[in-house]
């Protein structure tokens, strides 16, 4: 059974989005590879802004609280062939 873990920072995260942008991390997004992307979320004016970025296009953390998941393939491949 192979394991993979991984450090991800936590829904609610506030980080800096560019110069003058601050936002909070409402989604976290794991693809192929590990590749995790995160959705912000931030206020611009009156109006509720999301986008998907990489961990390397965010600027700064704000919290730098992080969640360690992990995952067992052979178990998530046998819960899927089961249903």
Do not use: P
């Amino acid at each position: 059974m192979s394991k993979n873990t991984l450090e991800i920072y936590n829904v609610g995260t506030k980080v800096k989005l560019a110069d003058d942008v601050f936002g909070t991390i409402v989604g976290v997004s794991i693809a192929s590879n590990n590749n995790v992307t995160y959705q912000c979320g931030w206020w611009n004016g009156r109006s509720y802004c999301t986008e998907h970025f990489n961990a390397s296009d965010i600027e700064t953390v704000v919290t730098t609280e992080k969640t360690r998941i992990g995952f067992a393939w052979k178990e998530i491949l046998w819960v899927l062939m089961e249903n």
